[in-house]
């Protein structure tokens, strides 16, 4: 029995059975050992007791079950819980469970780290340390249900966590694929959002998907240059491509494309931004998700008044655009939208991360 990697985690349903049927064991057994893992959150094999004693202690002598470690649990005043988990490389990210919005959320990384470098965010500081693989971002799902007590109940995950998952699109997709599989959690991709900057390429290839999760672009500006200042990534896939995308990006009759809006105090959040807002999106079925800033020390912006956010809001509501403003969670223990940081982050410049992204 061989696998690329020791961590027999990584593999999906086929790889599994591709796997024990080499070793002479039927497709079932397959089904069996990831039902272990992914439904129950069993990791150690002698637990797995309607496998076989020979196939256990096979399993056992070549094989782990790779999954993060909770280092770090905290409860905010509202319910929200933030946990940094520590992989098998001993790097740490951090995930959110947001309890009654109104269903359980789960925010899950795809990333150590961020080459995004979005001037609002503080995972952007830390730049990119390395991509999480499949097996880490699964991982992370069942210990997070685990924890909260959630494996045999319904749940959403929103890839918003630490990391662009566009940019980890392979490990990403074959994680939504695991999550999905019916001897695993079985999770439904209406249940999971996917927000990104908007890497173009990877637009068109989710487009193609057979899996596809509801959609959430993080746009943040209102014209070029103002979006290229707050989110760089702009200077590579325009806005005007990305909502082109938009435009061609397959919808089933009742979805809408989530536009996320960060709005800055006196930077992005005049009338006249809502008004060029209202007008970008014309024409694609969507709805705008508004997020205050979560101010923190080390980013250079404000969050607006109240009374800005509403007229800002109100104007887009008036242009027949479906709109909310979203609830900040987990404020008071930096877990809200932009505030996942860990210590020990990349040390490459600014320069360096940009070039991992663009070519």
């Known amino acids: 029995m061989t696998s690329p990697s020791s961590d027999i985690g990584e593999l999906d349903p086929p790889q599994l059975e591709r796997l024990l049927r080499e070793s002479g064991y039927e497709p ?138 566009l940019h980890n699109y392979d490990n990403t997709m074959k994680a939504l694929r695991m999550l999905h599989a019916e001897e695993g959690l079985a999770i439904s991709p209406r249940r999971i959002t996917l927000s990104t900057v908007g890497i173009v390429p990877g637009l068109e290839r989710l487009a193609r998907e057979p899996l596809m999760p509801n959609l959430a672009i993080s746009l943040h500006a209102t014209t070029e240059e103002q979006r290229t200042a707050l989110v760089p990534p702009n200077a590579k896939y325009s806005l005007a491509a990305i909502l082109d995308a938009c435009r061609r990006f397959p919808l089933k009759r009742r979805s809408r494309i989530t536009f996320e809006y960060v709005l800055l105090n006196g930077v992005n959040d005049t009338p006249e931004d809502a008004r060029r807002l209202a007008k970008l999106l014309s024409g694609i079925k969507a709805k705008v998700n508004l997020i205050p800033l979560n101010a923190a020390p080390g980013i250079p912006f404000e969050r607006p008044s109240d009374s800005r956010i509403d007229r800002f809001a109100q104007i887009l509501a008036d242009r027949h655009l479906t709109v909310s403003v979203r609830k900040s969670r987990g404020r008071d223990i930096r877990a809200a939208c932009g505030q996942l940081i860990v210590e020990g982050g990349s040390k490459k410049s600014a320069a360096q991360q940009m070039a991992l992204l663009l070519h």
């Open 28 to 165: 079932f057994h397959a089904r069996q050992l990831y039902r272990w893992m992914h439904r129950h959150g069993v990791a150690d094999f002698d637990q797995m007791t309607n496998l076989s004693k020979e196939l256990r202690a096979e399993l056992k002598g070549r094989f782990t079950v790779g999954r993060p470690q909770i280092v770090s649990d905290q409860l905010s005043t509202d319910g929200t819980r933030k946990l940094v988990l520590e992989l098998g490389d001993r790097r740490r990210i951090e995930s959110v469970f947001i309890p009654d919005t109104p269903a359980m959320t789960f925010c899950v990384s795809t990333q150590v780290g961020c080459a995004m470098s979005c001037g609002f965010c503080l995972t952007g500081k830390m730049g990119l340390v390395r991509h999480l693989t499949a097996g880490e971002i699964v991982g992370q799902v069942v210990t997070l249900a685990t924890a909260t007590g959630l494996l045999d109940q319904p749940f959403n995950i929103v890839l918003m966590g630490m990391g662009e998952p």
